[in-house]
């Protein structure tokens, strides 16, 4: 079986996974205009600005879209199938895309509130969606 990819990170974009790795979520913050960004980058944005900071995000949010993935684009995924790839809005004002987990795909539906979980692979830890407890 093939194993599933992990990040390679870069300078810009080490600080988020090493937070991944003790299962926090944290978001790039421009210290100039205050504009929320996500994926990390060297710049803001909004206004060119190179004075970024992190700060830790609050790990839940909304479904935006989705979609049910019936056949995976790599071996690696194959037991996976079929899984649900998801934008997520989160809380904190910014987007990111990852799989909805432990929810049947067919449960899954836009504006559904959901919490960050983190999936250990090779070494690395992932963020993930699941839905959200009430």
């Known amino acids: 079986m093939t194993e599933k990819p992990v990040p390679v990170p870069n300078a810009d974009t080490q600080p988020f996974w090493d937070a991944c790795n003790e299962e926090r979520l944290i978001v790039q913050t421009c210290k100039a205009c205050g504009h929320v960004q996500f ?19 609050k790990p839940s949010g909304k479904v935006h879209t989705f979609s049910i993935v019936h056949r995976a684009p790599t071996p690696a995924f194959r037991a996976d199938s079929p ?3 998801a934008l997520i809005d989160l809380d904190d004002g910014f987007r990111m895309m990852m ?4 929810c049947p795909p067919e449960n899954v539906s ?9 999936e250990e692979r090779n070494g690395q830890r992932l963020p993930q969606a699941e839905p959200a407890s009430d």
């Open 110 to 118: 836009i504006d559904m509130a959901v919490r960050i979980v983190f």
């Open 39 to 57: 994926y990390p980058r060297a710049l803001c944005v909004k206004c060119d600005g190179r004075d970024l900071d992190w700060r830790d995000a």
């Open 99 to 102: 799989n909805v987990v432990n």
């Open 83 to 85: 899984y649900v790839l």
